[in-house]
Structures are given as structure tokens and as C-alpha cells.
């Protein structure tokens, strides 16, 4: 191996730029990146997760893609329990069952927007997006006559694209911060304990309307959430429509100013609104 000596002032001298040089361009080259990574970050867009309330209230959806089996025993639970949700409702779905986008509405439960065919939303281009939502939209308006303005991803799937799609069409990106699991046909004792240990304030549960076992947990678990004093809540009852921001680590809907507890629940309003 060879090693090189530097000798005399102006060897070291140049060694002593060479060495600042070096210094100077790795050091431009880490902010650079990070600068590009903190551009990335502030511009990415993120959906509602979970909303940060100064009560207990929280919110449990349904999401219907397939299948109506067990629709109409968890209808009569829920107005059993005096209960009001949100029910994300697919296209083919609103197609196939019409009967059932009335039968939901007229029990008092709102209507989101789960696109009309249940695509991998991250694969379409812009315009392919808004027709899905479009179509889905149109379809649940002419058997409701009211505009929906929550929206479901499908797969929770969603981009900066999608987002802003949504958002032109007047929509509510929503998520998710409690997953049932129903999807995976686990027992109801399973759902319900996985519901009952993550339940808070400002949660929002993701559930399906046809989960084979989703309607016997909803009825274990409904009593003893509010027996715990938790408030069940439609998700346009939970969320802030305006001054507010979302956490982009987190999905954390939080509202500019935190608003004062609510002393009692609103009272119930005949027949159902459409979002």
C-alpha cells in the first residue's frame, strides 16, 4: 500500500480547501435532501382517522359492498339501542338493493359515498376517479333526493390524487382508527373485545353491514359502550366540517380551537340525511 505524504505550507493548504470543499458539498447535498423530504411531507394528504372531541362521543360505520343477508337484523339492533351510524354504500351495492338504501335512511342513518366499483383508486387516473364517485353519488341521490358528502376508499386506499378529487367533489375523505375485523369472519366475543379494549373518545370503527358475525356483536357491545358513558354518533356528528387541520402522522382530525364538551346529546330527527 502506498502512502503520500504532504510536505510544505502550500501542500497542507490544499489539503485544508480540499477538505472544506468536500465538506461544503456534502452538506449542501443533506439539505438539499432534506429539504425535498420536508416539501414531500408538507404536501402529502392524509383522510380522517380519528377526531379529537372534548367528550366521549364516537362513531361506528358499515360498510356495504356485498350481500344484505344479515342487513335487517342490524337494523333492528341498532334502533333497539337507540343508535344512529354511518353506512358507506357501493355502487353495485345501491344498484342491487335499492330497497335497502331506503330501508337505512328511513331508520335514521346517514349515507357515505364507497365509489360505484370498489376500485384500487390509486390505479385511475383523475377523471376515472371522479366518475366513480360521480356515478356512485348520482345513484344514491336518486333514491334518497339528497347529496352525500362523506367518502370511503376502498381498501382504505388512498393518494394525494384521490384526496384531492374527493375534496373538488365536496367530500369528506374518512378512514378508520379501529378495524372490527368482521371482514375475516372472526366470532363475535373476538369483534368484541377488539372493540370494547380500543374504544375512546373521537374513535371511528370500520365494520361491514353482511360480517356473518357483525350484527351478534354489535349487540353485545352497543349496551356496554354506553354504559361505559360513551355517545355514539353518525360520523358527520363527530368530525369538523370547517377551522380545523389533520395530522399528517396520525389521521388526528383537530379543530383549531377545541370546542366546549357537549352537556347532552342532540335529539334524534326523524328520518335519515345522506352523506
Same mark, same amino acid.
Given at each position: ?30 439539505? +438539499? #435532501? /432534506? =429539504?425535498?423530504?420536508?416539501?414531500? !411531507? ?6 380522517? @382517522?380519528?377526531?379529537? $372531541? ?86 344514491? +341521490? #336518486? /333514491? =334518497?333526493?339528497?347529496?352525500?358528502? !362523506? ?6 386506499? @388512498?393518494?394525494?390524487? $384521490? ?113
Amino acid at each position: 500500500m502506498r502512502v503520500f505524504y504532504i510536505r510544505g505550507t502550500w501542500g497542507k493548504l490544499g489539503l485544508i480547501v480540499l477538505a472544506f470543499l468536500v465538506f461544503t458539498v456534502m452538506h449542501w447535498l443533506s439539505e +438539499k #435532501a /432534506i =429539504t425535498t423530504v420536508s416539501t414531500m !411531507l408538507a404536501s402529502r394528504l392524509v383522510p380522517i @382517522y380519528k377526531v379529537e $372531541v372534548p367528550d366521549k362521543r364516537m362513531s361506528i360505520s358499515f360498510d356495504a359492498m356485498w350481500g344484505v343477508d344479515y342487513t335487517d337484523e342490524l337494523l333492528r339492533i341498532l334502533a333497539e339501542n337507540d343508535v344512529r351510524t354511518t353506512f358507506f354504500l357501493g355502487g353495485y351495492w345501491v344498484e342491487k338493493y335499492p330497497e335497502y338504501v331506503k330501508k337505512i335512511v328511513d331508520a335514521g342513518h346517514e349515507i357515505g359515498n364507497h365509489t360505484y366499483s370498489h376500485p384500487h383508486l390509486n390505479n385511475l387516473s383523475p377523471a376515472a376517479i371522479r366518475q366513480e364517485l360521480e356515478r356512485n353519488h348520482n345513484n344514491i +341521490k #336518486a /333514491i =334518497t333526493g339528497t347529496d352525500s358528502f !362523506l367518502f370511503r376508499p376502498p381498501f382504505g386506499e @388512498y393518494s394525494n390524487k $384521490v384526496i384531492e378529487v374527493a375534496e373538488q367533489l365536496g367530500y369528506y375523505t374518512i378512514q378508520w382508527s379501529i378495524d372490527s375485523l368482521d371482514w375475516k369472519d372472526v366470532s363475535a366475543q373476538f369483534i368484541v373485545d377488539r372493540i370494547l379494549s380500543q374504544a375512546g373518545p373521537g374513535e371511528i370503527v370500520l365494520m361491514h353491514n353482511n360480517g356473518k358475525h357483525t350484527a351478534e356483536a354489535v349487540a353485545r357491545f352497543l349496551p356496554e359502550l354506553k354504559r361505559q358513558g360513551f355517545e355514539i354518533v353518525p360520523i358527520s356528528e363527530l368530525i369538523y366540517r370547517d377551522n380545523y387541520y389533520i395530522e399528517q402522522h396520525s389521521g388526528l382530525q383537530r379543530p383549531l380551537k377545541l370546542p366546549k364538551p357537549r352537556t347532552q346529546p342532540e335529539a334524534s330527527v326523524g328520518g335519515g340525511v345522506v352523506l
